[in-house]
């Protein structure tokens, strides 16, 4: 390497991060925020939809499976698109689009637009997680990589509590339509922030040979340090594939790919049927809308604390091996739920453990797995493994209903969780191998 030649991967594993960095952190934390706040906004406000437009819980699955379609398909064109056009762009255009989705859909006339609004909404969605991800794993360094994006993705578990609070407070006051419209104005009021103060990755701009008076400008905004002696920048990186999408499938990739993919589909089925249909079931068994979409909430804010602490573990001890863990006693957590039954005097602090372990392991999951893939494929390979994986967050949403209609109760559906949770431990435990040194 030429004397003058920086590595821009060792710099910023090498460096304090500067209050830019941790502003970086702030900000992706709010765009995963309200992602999550609209991902998880349906399930809060189905049961005031279908008691007004009186349909039955199986008719509006198709309207609760049409955002995680939307998500699927979002996740793997959408949002590995930006290892094609940048990590910026694509996170920009996605928080406005599923803004304007979102706020669209309080004026909804029936379930087939609803639907049709929900995917559409979905599609960007989809594209503002794994790059939020992503570019915020690009400017972070190694050592403190896990905590960090943990901590952002509990802004997701946040959001996602939020909306609940929210929803328990508008609807009784004022109706359904305006939780949506709250879900919709908070992203578009983040866009101009993103606009003026989100970066691109510097780290993407040296693979894809950006001018280096372009890479230094970047660099000296987000490290707040003077670049000028360079001349030239460098990511020393192995190019295992000449595209994005064969990386995944390349040597010493594919096995890990599928354990991603697995563990991701199994962790999404449990967290969307349980959160998208907890309201409904806790409705149907005599609990008012406002109690049942509080104690939804619960679950998300135990896994914002879950999601903290996984992360902490994971940058001490090895991080599949923590992941698998909190899988696995999410599964126990949910057998306890199921077996305590709604009336029990520990309900609330079974939800928050529930919360904690599954939320957190999945939380665990969006940190670990930018690390899995070189610069050229990590959008690609994270963006894939929310695609994939988000095939079981529509088999949660939509089968939530088809089980009630076959006189499944609260308790039988939540102990059967606990074996996708399991399944879920096992696949990353088996995953043993450590994240790409060229991370």
Not at 5 to 14: K, M, P, S, T
Not at 140 to 149: D, G, Q, T, W
Not at 281 to 305: C, N, P, V, W, Y
Request: proline share 4%.
């Amino acid at each position: 390497m030429q004397q003058n030649a920086l590595d821009v991967r060792e710099y910023i594993n090498g460096q304090k991060m500067s209050k830019y960095q941790w502003w970086l952190v702030v900000l992706c934390f709010l765009i995963v925020a309200v992602d999550g706040m609209d991902v998880a906004i349906m399930g809060f406000i189905a049961p005031s939809i279908t008691a007004a437009w009186h349909i039955s819980k199986t008719a509006f699955g198709v309207v609760m499976g049409a955002a995680p379609l939307g998500l699927a398909v979002g996740a793997i064109f959408a949002g590995s698109s930006s290892d094609w056009i940048g990590r910026r762009k694509v996170l920009i255009l996605a928080v406005l689009g599923f803004g304007i989705a979102t706020l669209a859909t309080a004026y909804a006339q029936n379930p087939h637009q609803m639907a049709i609004l929900r995917f559409i909404t979905g599609l960007a969605l989809g594209a503002a997680m794994p790059n939020a991800t992503t570019l915020l794993s690009e400017y972070v360094p190694e050592k403190r990589r896990s905590f960090l994006i943990a901590t952002m993705f509990t802004g997701f578990n946040l959001g996602s509590a939020m909306i609940g609070f929210v929803a328990a407070y508008l609807v009784p006051r004022h109706n359904w339509e305006s939780v949506l419209v709250f879900g919709g104005v908070l992203p578009l009021i983040l866009v101009p922030v993103m606009l003026f103060s989100l970066p691109e990755s510097a780290r993407y701009l040296v693979v894809k040979g950006a001018a280096v008076d372009r890479i230094r400008e970047v660099l000296t905004k987000v490290c707040q340090a003077d670049f000028s002696n360079w001349t030239s920048f460098v990511s020393n990186e192995k190019v295992v594939a000449k595209q994005p999408i064969t990386v995944l499938f390349a040597s010493g990739y594919a096995f890990r790919t599928i354990c991603l993919w697995v563990t991701y589909f199994m962790g999404l089925l449990v967290i969307y049927l349980s959160t998208g249909w907890l309201p409904t079931i806790m409705k149907d068994s005599g609990l008012s809308i406002e109690r049942a979409s509080t104690l939804t909430a619960m679950f998300q804010l135990g896994g914002t604390l879950g999601g903290v602490l996984v992360g902490l573990a994971m940058d001490k001890f090895r991080p599949n091996k923590v992941i698998s863990t909190s899988y696995v006693l999410g599964g126990v957590s949910l057998i306890m739920l199921g077996a305590a039954g709604l009336n029990s005097p520990i309900m609330i602090p079974v939800i928050l453990l529930a919360g904690f372990c599954l939320s957190g392991a999945q939380t665990g999951l969006n940190a670990y797995a930018p690390g899995c893939y070189p610069t050229m494929a990590r959008a690609t390979g994270v963006s894939w493994m929310l695609g994939i994986g988000r095939l079981g967050s529509i088999l949660g949403s939509s089968i939530g209903g088809v089980l009630l209609s076959f006189g499944w109760d609260f308790q039988m559906i939540f102990v059967a969780l606990a074996v996708p949770a399991t399944c879920a431990g096992l696949a990353i435990y088996i995953n043993n191998k450590k994240s790409t040194a060229s991370f």
